[in-house]
């Protein structure tokens, strides 16, 4: 089996830029010394069972570092393909990456591992895990943790209108693992989804949940950066010892 992964990072990250002040997108925020996208991508060109990483970017992005980019060597493809929305630019990658691959014999029957380009604190050995659990299910699977905190459903007052049994609840994390072409054919069908999975769950499959930690957070505040950050360095300090 060929495995290969797909990293949209083709937003603008207004929210986040909104709250830091900084007229950058999302990815390309400085994290611990490097550009935040970095981090996720190495992870990724280091796992040996990838084959090849690609980057879905809009295609007027100039603040890409290709120099600095360029020493995660050769699995490393750039697409410059990327849409609207995550869906789009998820479908618009995978039509890419099959140009890409064209000497392939059958690209849609490989898998695709897409994952945020903005959770920098991916392992290697989450990845591994999530290929070896998912295996050969037809309907792929993702990383994800169990839901712990007591959640609320707020009225249009924001207060509270009921509160919502936790029993069952997993939080959607990335990779999300699934056969090429079977994504392909969800996220055309479902254009308008905010992750592989539910594209997938549209065609009535459902995908596997694999157990991963907190430790593999989104950035999505600016809060968020100082624990990425924290995470990265700790863990750099801990195989050291």
Sequence with gaps: MTYHALVPAAGSGSR??????????????PLAGQPMIRHALATLCATPAIA?????????DTLWPATAMATLGPKLHVLRCGGDTRAHSVANG??????????????GNDWVLVHDAARPCLTVAMVENLIAEVGEDDAGGLLAVPVADTLKRADENGRVRQTVSRDGLWQAQ??????????????????????????IETLRLAPRLVAADASNL???????????????????KGSRR
Excluded: C
């Design 16 to 29: 986040m830029g909104a709250l830091t002040g900084r007229a950058v997108p999302k990815q390309y925020l």
């Design 52 to 60: 090849h990483v690609f980057v879905v970017l809009a295609p007027d």
């Design 94 to 107: 995978l039509r890419a990456m099959a140009g890409e691959l064209g000497g392939q014999s059958d690209i």
């Design 174 to 199: 990335t990779p999300q693992m699934f056969r090429h072409r079977l994504l392909l054919d969800a996220l055309d069908f479902a254009p308008q989804v905010t992750d592989e999975a539910s594209a």
């Design 218 to 236: 989104k950035v999505t505040w600016p809060l968020d950066l100082q624990l990425a950050e924290w995470i990265l360095e700790n863990r750099d």
